[in-house]
């Protein structure tokens, strides 16, 4: 398609219902003769909502970055509470109208996804859930809060979460038990008001998927991240297949450990260190070293993504450097207006920080080569397949870390990326199963949650020793922000990761070919369905056993021939 549209003034104020409804009201109440005017509408609504997406990202944006200013806060939170439930109630009323125009079969096959995505929203929509919804994002802001405002004293000094975590690095056994017990035991202050926090969402939850005629949450779930292409119990399937093949590979990555580092049983503060006695990875000191070797790792590994990392650098795209007050994690975010991407982490200068950049840089990459689409739901795509290109830009770039590291500490750092894939791979299915079961029984108390929980570490988890230290053991899921403030939104990542393994897989004999259907799929956003998005970039979609098996060999053949 190519077809100006200019519905929206430049000057609106997207944070603002009063401005926004009189164009959300035209666009609900205009006629519709033929297929032109149809794809009018839709392209019309396109760019409004672009605009209303670009208002509320850069609010969620300001809010993570600077969680002590209280004008930010209530600025994000009037949004959600004043233009989030009126734009769902109109969206529904619009979606209504597209899903039963006598034109919609008219439409070229380009709005094929659009159309199969808008029917199932129109399914789903029930009016009594709007102000639930809005309550479940002003809960995940709480977590936000609470997490965010964690420091810990250690030290003589006043640390971020994200910087204690660098010392599960050091080669200093004293030294990283008292920074694991110092971060933990501040984490444990919270643990309460947590509980209380996570009870309220299940109920809110289930409250959500019951007015929609649900079961439960799960259903509800599934249906409002529209995972036409895989159920439930396929979910069942990867978990079986997770513990079949990748827990006997974390196990033994561990046990070799315990030998390396001659010790009778590995304590939770001995499963980051370097099990060699060599100090950490530190690729980079500041956020300058990070955008510069990045820069000169996508230029080395493909032109047009050098040129695209070099529009992250004007000084708006990108906060980087951990700092008190800062939300914790780190993310991506489409400004959908501008077609402007911004990048947010806490880098510390760990090598987890780097490997945090190079997946949002593939988060960005896949915003950019699909900012042509015109029609905003276009430059989203579903995440199973979004996670693919953050995922398998850690991996492609890999060829790459010359940039940061010497010969040795290059093959170290992609030993550890390794490990840390079969680490996800089982974390994700402890997260992904805990969420299933929480929510098929939305009454089990807090002990029953916590027995649920001791059960899956033990299925899914490393052999560590856990005594004297059981309570903080069975909070251990409480570290998991999707939890609380994206239930359901984790799967994603294992399927993705066996896709970008496979990706990686493909590129070690066709490193080109591999690249080139990369940057193909990308470009396609979220126009066509997740199968065919996997297909594109020359992968199945897939996760069943057999695929599990096979990815798992390979990353077992590929440890075995790298120095320990």
């Not at 979460?161 to 919270?190: C, H, K, L, V």
């Not at 093949?245 to 001995?270: C, N, S, T, Y």
């Not at 230029?299 to 800062?326: C, I, N, V, Y």
Request: net charge negative; glycine share 6%; hydrophobic share 40%.
């Amino acid at each position: 398609m190519n077809i100006d549209t200019s519905f929206v003034p430049l000057e609106l104020d997207g944070a603002s219902w009063s401005a926004l409804e009189p164009l959300y009201t035209s666009l609900r109440d205009r006629t519709v003769d033929d297929v032109a005017d149809l794809e009018r509408l839709l392209l019309d609504r396109s760019e409004l909502d672009a605009h209303v997406s670009e208002a509320g990202n850069r609010l969620y944006a300001a809010m993570t970055c600077d969680t002590t200013d209280q004008d930010i806060e209530a600025a994000y939170l009037k949004f959600v509470e004043e233009v989030s439930p009126p734009l769902q109630q109109i969206s529904f009323e619009i979606d209504q109208r597209v899903a039963e125009s006598p034109f919609l079969t008219e439409l070229s096959s380009h709005f094929g996804v659009l159309v199969r995505d808008t029917k199932a929203s129109v399914k789903l929509f029930q009016e009594e859930n709007v102000p639930l919804l809005v309550e479940d994002t002003k809960m995940g802001q709480q977590f936000g809060s609470i997490s965010g405002a964690q420091m810990v004293e250690f030290e003589g000094e006043s640390r971020t979460m994200p910087w204690m975590g660098t010392i599960q690095e050091d080669t200093n056994r004293d030294r990283r038990e008292a920074a694991w017990r110092a971060s933990w035991g501040r984490r444990a202050e919270d643990r309460e008001a947590l509980d209380d926090l996570y009870d309220a969402m299940i109920s809110n939850r289930t409250k959500i998927g019951v007015n929609a005629g649900y079961e439960d949450y799960v259903g509800y779930a599934f249906a409002s991240k529209q995972r036409f292409d895989y159920t439930p119990e396929d979910c069942k399937a990867f978990h079986q297949a997770a513990e079949d093949v990748f827990v006997p590979l974390l196990r033994k990555i561990h046990e070799d450990r315990r030998q390396q580092l001659g010790l009778d049983a590995l304590r939770p503060w001995d499963l980051a260190v370097d099990s060699s006695g060599r100090t950490p990875l530190r690729p980079f000191r500041t956020e300058a070293e990070l955008v510069q070797g990045c820069s000169k790792m996508f230029t080395a590994l493909d032109p047009e993504l050098g040129e695209l990392f070099a529009r992250l650098q004007d000084g708006e795209s990108l906060d980087l450097e951990s700092r008190p007050g800062k939300s914790p994690g780190g993310y991506q975010l489409h400004f959908d207006r501008q077609r402007k991407v911004f990048i947010f982490m806490n880098a510390a200068g760990t090598h987890d920080d780097l490997q945090t950049m190079l997946h949002e840089s593939g988060h960005a990459f896949h915003a950019m080569l699909s900012e042509h689409e015109e029609m905003v739901h276009y430059r989203h795509s579903p995440i199973e397949f979004a996670e693919v290109a953050s995922m398998a830009m850690e991996k492609l770039a890999a060829t790459q870390l010359g940039m940061f590291y010497g010969p040795q500490d290059a093959a170290r750092a992609w030993r550890e990326h390794l490990e840390d894939c079969i680490r996800s791979i089982t974390w994700v299915a402890t997260i992904d199963a805990f969420q299933h079961e929480i929510y098929r029984n939305p009454n089990l108390d807090r002990s029953g949650r916590t027995a649920l929980w001791l059960d899956l570490d033990q299925r899914f988890g490393v052999n560590c020793d856990w005594s004297g230290l059981e309570d903080i053991r069975q909070m251990q899921w409480q570290r998991q922000l999707h939890l609380f403030e994206v239930p359901f939104y984790y799967i994603e990542y294992g399927i993705a990761q066996l896709g970008a393994l496979q990706l990686w897989r493909r590129s070690t004999s066709d490193h080109a070919g591999a690249l080139k259907d990369y940057k193909s799929a990308l470009r396609l956003g979220g126009s066509k369905p997740l199968p065919e998005l996997f297909a594109a970039a020359g992968i199945p979609f897939d996760f069943s056993p057999k695929t599990v098996q096979r990815v798992g060999e390979t990353v077992a053949a590929e440890l075995e021939a790298l120095p320990l």
